[in-house]
């Protein structure tokens, strides 16, 4: 099993709903996680990082974390074309001290 | 403002070639790492650094070595290039907070190796 598993899509969503990304993992003692945004041939770019059980929301972007269940989302509201990109999710492992990534989502919102 | 940069976005190198790649952050972050980044495998951990002249193996680090003289500078080293080595190469770097690293990318290195 991968310590961070998603989808690898293309999740395919219109212009204006609403994007669901899906992360889960298997380190029960992660505390930390984080989701990054890459545009093709570009490097990843941090959207938000969230510690805490529950919902953090940062203008149209909310990330949800549920430790029982292990698993971690983005949610983008209202999503637009430039939104166009692949998703990754993150842990932070406390035991090695390194950043375990996903394989990434691609999402592709069509006008 | 966060700030990474790597001296090469692009670089064609010859097999064989010794090959450096520089990474400075203005951040005063005491670690940094590198990546490399192949369609359908992700991102991959090369080395990390958790402080000056300190260095730590990730999870390929074969055929790679590096260098952290300054606090602001890690540099990813290919020995002896192969075609296996072309790849997008990320640095990145973090400030230690007991267990809430934000890491913050470099721009990226695309490198061929003929």
């Known amino acids: 099993q991968k310590e961070v598993e998603q989808n690898s899509g293309p999740l395919s969503v219109p212009e204006g709903a609403i994007a669901s990304l899906n992360c889960t993992y298997s380190?029960?003692?992660?505390?930390?996680f984080f989701w990054y945004r890459q545009y093709s041939g570009k490097s990843p770019e941090l959207i938000m990082f969230i510690y805490s059980n529950g919902d953090k929301e940062d203008g149209r972007f909310t990330a949800q974390l549920n430790k029982a269940s292990q698993y971690v989302s983005l949610l983008i509201r209202d999503s637009q074309p430039s939104d166009s990109a692949t998703y990754l999710c993150a842990m932070y492992s406390g035991n090695t001290g390194k950043l375990i990534f996903g394989q990434g989502t691609t999402l592709q919102v069509k006008p | 403002d966060v700030k990474v940069t790597q001296s090469s976005r692009y670089l064609v190198k010859r097999t064989g070639e010794k090959v450096f790649l520089e990474c400075v952050q203005d951040m005063d972050h005491e670690n940094m790492f590198w990546y490399r980044q192949d369609p359908g495998l992700g991102l991959r951990l090369i080395y990390f650094s958790y402080d000056v002249k300190m260095k730590e193996k990730g999870d390929i680090p074969e055929g790679y070595s590096v260098s952290r003289e300054k606090k602001e500078r890690f540099s990813l080293i290919l020995e002896s290039a192969s075609t296996n080595q072309t790849s997008m190469y990320l640095c990145?770097?973090?400030?230690?907070?007991?267990?809430?690293?934000?890491?913050?990318f470099g721009p990226g290195t695309r490198l061929l190796v003929l």
């Open positions: 380190d029960r003692g992660s505390q930390s």
């Open positions: 990145a770097s973090s400030l230690f907070t007991g267990g809430k690293e934000t890491q913050y």
